[in-house]
């Protein structure tokens, strides 16, 4: 029983260095000036801009948005994003993400990532205000409140993954190791194989190759963890050195 809670726990934890776990974040918020330009988008840890959720400004006030327009690089990005006029009237706002980077094809790493809204109106275009919240994006669910500042308020993002668990048995599918038990040399098939990992059973890195035939004739008889990093994602399957 033991063993089993162990390699549960190395499973989890090889997978979350690279996993790309998709879902939805809902961002709300409550503005309470009129009319008003806005700009909610996404920040990575680095902190480096990963993509604009909505954008809502008229003609000729889009450069009002100062720190939104620094966050995207001077570019004001709004690939991908929701955009619209002006907003003339108060109330809530709503943006979706489904985890992709701004070309809206992959699924960005999980970790930590920042929702910024910022807001001014076409009468104080020289104070616009910022509210910055922070999750963690990954296979647990997460809901946070943040901090208000003037004229925005209510904000809260819901972080919702999906059900991986028909991927990981697909991913279990996809690849195998063989022979097992071996004595020289294992082989793991499977395809856009990017590493291959030897570890022992409490998780101490033995044989690292980027190959899929690896030689384990060195390693002592006993059992042991081989860790298959791929495009599609990260497998663990356990293999015995005779």
Do not use: H
């Amino acid at each position: 029983m033991k063993k089993l809670i162990l390699s549960v726990f190395l499973i989890f934890s090889f997978m979350g260095a690279n996993a790309q776990t998709a879902g939805t974040l809902t961002v709300t918020a409550t503005i309470s000036s009129s009319p008003y330009i806005t700009a909610v988008w996404i920040n990575n840890s680095t902190p480096a801009f990963v993509r604009t959720l909505t954008c809502y400004s008229g003609t000729g006030y889009i450069s009002d948005l100062v720190k939104w327009t620094a966050d995207c690089g001077g570019t004001r990005n709004t690939v991908n994003a929701v955009t619209g006029a002006t907003k003339n009237s108060t109330g809530v706002i709503t943006s979706t993400w489904n985890a992709k980077d701004k070309t809206n094809t992959t699924v960005v790493p999980d970790g930590t990532y920042t929702v910024k809204i910022e807001m001014t109106t076409e009468s104080y275009a020289t104070s616009s205000k910022l509210a910055t919240v922070s999750f963690t994006k990954g296979p647990t669910a997460q809901t946070v409140t943040g901090t208000n500042v003037t004229s925005i308020s209510g904000i809260s993002i819901a972080w919702v993954p999906v059900n991986t668990a028909v991927q990981d048995v697909q991913l279990e599918k996809l690849y195998s190791v063989y022979p097992n038990p071996a004595i020289s040399n294992i082989y793991v098939s499977g395809s856009d194989v990017k590493e291959v990992e030897i570890c022992s059973l409490v998780g101490k890195s033995l044989i690292s190759s980027k190959e899929q035939n690896v030689n384990i004739s060195a390693l002592p008889k006993g059992l042991y963890l081989v860790v298959v990093r791929a495009k599609a994602g990260t497998v663990v399957k356990k293999i015995q050195k005779l």
